[in-house]
């Protein structure tokens, strides 16, 4: 019976109060599939932590086009339960609150949840490649996707061929940019937990129970002229620091020395450290691999097209 797991994902349950269906539940499957995949998720166990729920709203961002609020992956995580694939177990001493619950925040789930257990014969599918894209080209498949989403959510996912999209379909639907968009998301969940959640240049974290986070992946080589979504033309930077780097105010050179166009702009940051101060510090990239490593060569497009300093006359770069 190990088979039917595909075809029970078919058949979940989902919202579909409104015009159209919410698929909380299928986005959370997709995300605790990555977590076994990744090796996040080694046992049957599954916790409500913030990295699940930070890659829960990658994928709600499929469906966000919708125009629905904020995914909240504390609904799917509570009511995935009544599909028999999530058995909800108590911390100590709580299991006569785990009976009354509601899903009105992750906290509240946390505070009386300790984790969640998956059906053993399902989580030893989850482990094999094979039955894990199954599983995937299921909830991928599943009524209540629209085409476009379904062209992002392969394109996220890499699968080729478009197998749950006809030929029709992809036809009154503009596939690239869909695609594009399925990359983009692709690219800020590998990113941002590479980066350990934290800013590159000023190593500010801060990330929700819920998922959101300050950080943010941008794009070294701009992505609108080079298309290039690789981890190395990729940084985890926060939303100040992304902002300064897209307008040319600082770059990285050859030791990954950072550089500020310290003469070209003026600042005023009386509580907290300014961007000057940050000139001829290095970054720190040794938790990272060396082909994930920011590429030089990206780099260097940044600092002759993006920066907006004199390069020539600083040592280093
Ligand atoms: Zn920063």
């Not at 890499?158 to 503009?174: H, T």
Request: aromatic share 8%.
């Amino acid at each position: 019976m190990l088979a039917d797991w595909p075809r029970k994902f078919q058949k979940l349950r989902v919202d579909r109060a409104s015009k159209t269906p919410a698929p909380h539940k299928p986005l959370l499957l997709l995300a605790i599939l990555d977590f076994v995949e990744s090796g996040d998720i080694v046992t049957p166990r599954v916790k409500l932590t913030p990295e699940l729920a930070f890659r829960f709203l990658g994928y709600w961002e499929v469906v966000a086009a919708r125009g629905r609020s904020m995914g909240r992956v504390e609904l799917p995580f509570f009511h995935l339960q009544s599909d028999g694939i999530l058995r909800h177990v108590a911390h100590d001493g709580l299991d006569a609150a785990l009976a009354s619950i509601r899903p009105i925040s992750v906290q509240l789930l946390n505070r009386v949840i300790s984790h969640a257990e998956l059906p053993e014969d399902l989580f030893a599918l989850m482990t094999d490649q094979q039955s894990r894209e199954a599983m995937r080209r299921a909830l991928i498949g599943g009524n209540w996707f629209l085409p476009n989403e379904r062209i992002k959510l392969n394109a996220m996912l890499g699968i080729e061929g478009d197998f749950s999209v006809n030929a029709e379909e992809m036809a009154s639907s503009p596939a690239q940019e869909e695609v594009c968009q399925g990359r983009d998301i692709r690219f800020r969940l590998l990113i941002v937990p590479l980066y350990g959640y934290s800013c590159l240049l000023c190593g500010m974290k801060v990330l929700l129970p819920s998922g959101t986070t300050l950080v943010e992946a941008a794009h070294i080589h701009q992505f609108s002229k080079s298309r290039n979504d690789d981890i190395a033309n990729g940084m985890a930077l926060c939303r100040n620091h992304h902002w300064a780097f897209d307008q040319g105010l600082w770059t990285l050179g050859h030791d990954f020395n950072v550089i500020v166009a310290c003469d070209s702009f003026t600042e005023e940051a009386p509580n907290q450290l300014s961007l000057s101060a940050y000139h001829s510090h290095s970054v720190d990239l040794s938790h990272l691999a060396v082909e994930h490593r920011p590429s030089q060569k990206y780099l260097e497009w940044h600092r002759r097209h993006k920066f907006i300093g004199n390069l020539s006359s600083r040592p280093g770069t």
